[in-house]
Nanobody, 124 residues
Framework: QVQPVESGGRLVQAGGSLRLSCEASGRTFSSYALGWFRQPPGKEREFVVGISMSGAITNSGVSLEGRFTISRDNAKSTVFLQMNSLKPDDTAVYYC?????????????????WGQGTQVTVSS
């Protein structure tokens, strides 16, 4: 079992960058797939990007134009989301989720453990 805790969200100007972190403490972190989801205001939650236990990346169907990059550091039980060239449309609560089956899918229902979210606000 892991408990994801996100951090790094804040107000940033359009064109700026942010790196979100998600620490998911637990002995079996390396065996989990991790995913980043986001929920823009007034909209449904959407999958952003995921990384499997082996490091394979699952990209979102949402066009991010290569601006977002996921990575993981198993030694630190942490997954990162590097976001560049941020746009106001990227404003959302960003959630980290963990799937014990190890394969990163774009489906929220596959993920068992969820963080509380971190707010990212991009001003124009």
């Amino acid at each position: 079992q892991v408990q994801p805790v996100e951090s790094g969200g804040r107000l940033v100007q359009a064109g700026g960058s942010l790196r979100l972190s998600c620490e998911a403490s637990g002995r079996t972190f390396s065996s989990y797939a991790l995913g980043w989801f986001r929920q823009p205001p007034g909209k449904e939650r959407e999958f952003v990007v995921g990384i499997s236990m082996s490091g394979a990346i699952t990209n979102s169907g949402v066009s991010l134009e290569g601006r977002f990059t996921i990575s993981r550091d198993n030694a630190k039980s942490t997954v990162f989301l590097q976001m560049n060239s941020l746009k106001p449309d990227d404003t959302a609560v960003y959630y980290c989720a963990a799937d014990p089956r190890g394969t990163a899918t774009p489906f929220g229902s596959s993920y068992v453990y969820w963080g509380q979210g971190t707010q990212v606000t991009v001003s124009s």
